[in-house]
């Protein structure tokens, strides 16, 4: 029977039974790393035998490439999805955090399909989807995608823990020089299963409804456990699906606190190295020999899911666990709409930056769509220049990318939850707030000393989706903590307000870093960077603030405020020593001494 | 150009387990296409299009012609064929919405996530659906009153947002479909799932056996089509209908008439000689819930005990 022991035996396990299975073909492998799913995809393609073609889709990939392409006739011919009798498609994404919307929407219309048709530039092309979708995704930004997509992953593995245990100094020595085959995962030899799918028993069946979860829970997890526990009987040689095979079926695809294992089945200890590898931390031994007994369900007790950060520097030594399905948390936020092809936005300026998401008649050479202005072109080729002509691009002709519009203008927050303790914020933050409102602004929030944080030494930094964003309510509803890691979080807002003009289209003057603080740094910014509690600070968290607001003189064309509290007690300078140093001004309530 | 093995082995519909609304509302549109369009909503994972695409395959023994998402307009009405074009033939290729409607044809247009389509294409489909009249003119063609008549059957996942009220009208009628609520249906569903697809790997006799009960039930529904026409509408039935519209404060008549088109397919299923409160208060929910008090933003309220209150006190004062 397959094993779920290790992180390595859960991979492997869930990669033969979507191998046996092609229902099984929607497989999230989160906290990957990421040099390793184009070995997975491999290791998949042997365990399915015969010809396979495997494709990478990521940012890149748009309607034009995914549905279909052009020939060397210059005809439209079948895209990168279309799938051929006698090929098994594995269609590979290393980041679905990031991938490109018709990629997003691509897999949401064909995985568990039981057809799939492409309609586009006069081509027709339909056939029976059996492709394995193998996608990887940081467990943190999992949350952020539609629970509609996140549906048709419904295997799931916890995978940050793979990779090898051991390294030994020749096998480092061998990576020098390009030789890393010995880093790799150790995986067993492909061993595919055969046999006819086995019954699955009333009982089996209704312990699957029970592993997974209550009412609410979608049908295709409830199918995933059942087709993966098939595919355990069939590796067990059992004609029929019983307890145990559901049970290490739930093992495979992680399932919380799905049950004690029969003492029969053979077992390893988990790896003692890899405590997380298990996936299942309440998971007990059996109390006697046969003992099959149903424990917590999988649903009602998952954990609250941490927000978004993106952590900078080393993170924790011990990463916090995240929950398989994170969109099932009431706490979970996703893109409003993430599937939908964006509105446009009100000004008209057209963009040459941002993700394609589809084309459209252009008379301007600029930003073509080659595939979509060619096959126009080829139209027309016999028509107006006789048979053999070469293809001569008309302007008419000219088609142009339509790319998803990517906001103009940008705020960078930062929020000194210590300087907050009896000062209601939200009046001074209300006019930047409105400003990004109505000019649709990337928002960054960076926040620095609330009791919430994961590390209290440390700034953490979340993106919202907008002023809206509810993350933004509820960063003004934290309490405060003691720390108040000034130097980090400005270091942290000025990468950030860096990125944000680097990767959108920012108009000059139209950035904005709001600083909320009363300036009284107290943790040395090598002691937020290494993680570790300074043994004094003296000045040292103040003078590293203002050494590194420095930096934010240096941005162009960036416009930056200080919001001082109303009442400074002690050190009522600082907050006009940091907007100096800023090359900003401060600004206080009125009234304030 | 990549084709299916045919014929398409999906689950029987009579295999589905429970979603009565949708079967209600596809089985009402096949009887009496009149209704109009069929728009199934609800979460991830419910088998909006596994229901759809079994019911497909029972009436018209294929699976429905489908609108995928990122077709273009070229498909959607029709096209040069570019193969022939290259070779210097101009050759016209009907779109989609011929495909489905055009003469000779099943006459479905399933769109999955059809709020995730894009709005233009959507528009075109529900002028076409509408009118009964396709109208192409592009690429130097001009083919005007193109008679086409199709039933729209869209899917969608309120998830991802709504259809705007004014596309949501010209659906007949609209349903929500929720997951299996009992362990004991989650099981049913798996079991029935399972053995299916493990007919499929098994002898072929029978795999067909499994549509037996399918051919059964399509001889209903055709023998209910033929007798729609004979089902009489009492003025008194039409008197409840517009009752029940006043009480719902409907605005034009598409509502009404649909429920009282709804309501004939349900007395011809039932095999009733006339309408009666009964077929009306079946009709009711599916014709309605989208045309009374939709906010703009297309979110739609789910029909409740009230609503259901509502049309028993309009059905009762009128009769």
């Known amino acids: 029977m397959l094993r779920a022991d290790t992180v390595t035996d859960r991979i492997a396990g869930t990669l033969t039974c979507a191998a046996f299975d092609h229902r099984l073909g929607g497989i999230l492998l989160l906290d990957l790393r990421p040099d390793l799913i184009g070995g997975l995809a491999s290791w998949l393609a042997a365990t399915i035998g ?71 530039h006069g081509l027709h092309a339909a056939w029976r989807p059996r492709a394995r979708w193998l996608a990887a ?41 390009g030789h890393t085959t010995g880093l790799l995962p150790a995986l067993p030899d492909p061993a595919p299963l055969t046999g006819p799918p086995a019954v699955m028993t009333a009982e089996a069946a209704t312990l699957v409804t029970t592993v997974v979860g209550g009412p609410a829970a979608p049908h295709r997890r409830d199918l995933a456990l ?41 077992a390893r200890p988990a790896s003692p190295a890899h405590p997380a590898a298990t996936g299942d931390d309440t998971a007990t031994p059996p109390a006697r020999p046969g003992d099959v007994e149903i424990r917590t369900p999988a649903r009602p007790d998952t954990p609250p899911v941490p927000t978004s950060v993106l952590a900078p520097g080393p993170g924790p030594a011990t990463a916090p666990r995240q929950p398989l399905y994170p969109e099932d948390s009431p706490d979970a936020m996703p893109d409003f709409a993430g599937l939908r092809v964006p509105w446009q936005r009100a000004d008209g300026r057209r963009s040459t930056r941002g993700p394609i998401i589809g084309a459209e008649p252009s008379g301007r050479p600029v930003d073509i769509a080659y595939l979509a202005t060619v096959l126009e072109a080829a139209k027309f080729r016999r028509v107006r220049h006789g048979a053999g002509a070469p293809l001569r691009i008309h302007v008419s002709d000219l088609r142009s990318n339509r790319r998803q519009p990517q906001p103009d203008a940008a705020l960078v927050l930062l929020l000194d939850h210590t300087s907050r303790r009896d000062w209601d914020v939200t009046a001074a933050l209300a006019p930047y707030l409105g400003w990004a409102y109505t000019r649709r602004a990337a928002v960054s929030l960076i926040e620095i000393g609330h009791r919430d944080a994961d590390s209290e030494l440390q700034a953490e930094r979340r993106r919202l989706s907008g002023v809206l964003d509810p993350l933004l309510n509820a960063a003004l509803d934290r309490a405060p903590a003691r720390a108040t890691p000034l130097a980090h979080g400005l270091d942290l807002a000025i990468q950030e307000m860096r990125l944000r003009r680097r990767n959108l289209p920012v108009r000059d003057g139209e950035a904005w870093l709001v600083v909320v603080t009363d300036a009284r740094g107290n943790v040395p910014l090598e002691a937020s960077q290494r993680n570790v509690m300074p043994r004094s600070v003296s000045r040292a968290g103040i003078d590293d603030a203002l050494t590194v607001a420095a930096g934010v003189a240096g941005l162009r064309a960036v416009r930056t405020v200080v919001l001082a509290p109303p009442e400074l007690s002690h050190y009522r300078d600082l907050p006009f020593a940091l907007a100096d140093a800023m090359a900003g001004m401060v600004a206080r309530p009125d009234g304030a001494p | 150009m990549i084709e299916p093995t045919p014929p398409p082995f999906v689950l029987p519909y009579t295999r589905v387990v429970a979603q009565e609304g949708l079967k209600k509302a596809l089985e009402i549109a096949y009887v009496s296409p009149s209704v109009g369009g069929v728009l199934a909503t609800g979460r991830r994972g419910t088998a909006k ?20 998402i990122g077709a273009t307009d070229d498909r959607v009405v029709g096209g040069w064929n570019i193969d022939k074009l290259l070779q210097g ?100 569903i798996l079991t029935t799932v399972l053995e299916f697809e493990r007919l499929l790997t098994g002898p072929p006799d029978q795999l067909r056996a499994a549509y037996t009960a399918d051919g059964q039930r399509r001889g209903r529904l055709d023998a209910a089509r033929e007798r729609v026409p004979a089902v009489v509408v009492p003025e008194k039935a039409a008197t409840m209908a517009g009752a029940i519209a006043a009480e719902f404060s409907l605005e034009g008549h ?66």
């Open chain 2, 89 to 188: 033939t101009s050759t016209w290729m009907p779109g989609l919405i011929e495909e489905a409607g055009g003469e000779g044809r099943t006459g479905v247009l399933y769109i999955d996530e059809i709020n995730l389509l894009e709005d233009h294409l959507v528009n075109i489909i529900l002028d076409a659906a509408a009118t009964g009249i396709l109208t192409v003119q592009r690429d130097g063609v001009s083919r005007r009153n193109v008679a086409v008549w199709f039933n729209l059957v869209g899917t969608m996942n309120p998830e991802e947002g709504g259809l705007r009220p004014q596309l949501l009208d010209r659906f007949g009628l609209v349903v929500w479909v929720d997951s299996a609520g009992s362990a004991g249906e989650r099981a049913e």
């Open chain 2, 49 to 68: 299009s596994t229901t759809v695409r079994a019911f497909a395959r029972m009436v018209f023994g294929d699976l429905p012609v489908t609108l995928p």
């Open chain 1, 50 to 120: 015969g010809p396979a073609r495997i494709v990478t889709l990521g940012a890149d990939d748009g309607d034009d490439t995914l549905w279909v392409t052009a020939d060397a006739g210059l005809a439209p011919a079948p895209g990168r999805l279309a799938e051929s009798p006698g090929t098994t498609l594995i269609a590979v994404i290393p980041d679905l955090a990031r991938a490109n919307l018709a990629v997003t929407r691509a897999a949401t219309v064909l995985i568990g399909a039981d057809g799939a048709v492409a309609d586009r």
């Open chain 1, 226 to 266: 059942a087709r993966a526990a098939r595919a355990v009987a069939v590796s067990d040689r059992s004609a029929t699906v019983e307890a145990r095979h559901v049970h290490r079926a739930a093992e495979l695809l992680g399932f919380r606190g799905t049950s004690t294992r029969p003492a029969a089945a053979p």
């Open chain 1, 137 to 177: 995704c940081p467990a943190a930004d999992a949350e952020r995608l539609s629970p509609h997509l996140l549906d048709r992953f419904a295997v799931r593995v916890a995978a940050a823990d793979l990779g090898t245990p051991a390294r030994t100094p020749a096998e480092l020595v061998a990576a020098l020089d």
């Open chain 2, 254 to 319: 598409r509502g009404e008439l649909a429920m009282l088109r709804a309501a004939r397919a349900i007395a011809a299923i039932a095999g009733a000689a006339e309408v009666n409160a009964a077929h009306l208060a079946e009709a009711a929910p599916l014709t309605l819930v989208h045309r009374r008090g939709t906010s703009e933003s297309g979110t739609l309220r789910r029909w409740s005990a009230e609503d259901d209150a509502i049309v028993a006190r309009a059905t009762s004062a009128a009769g």
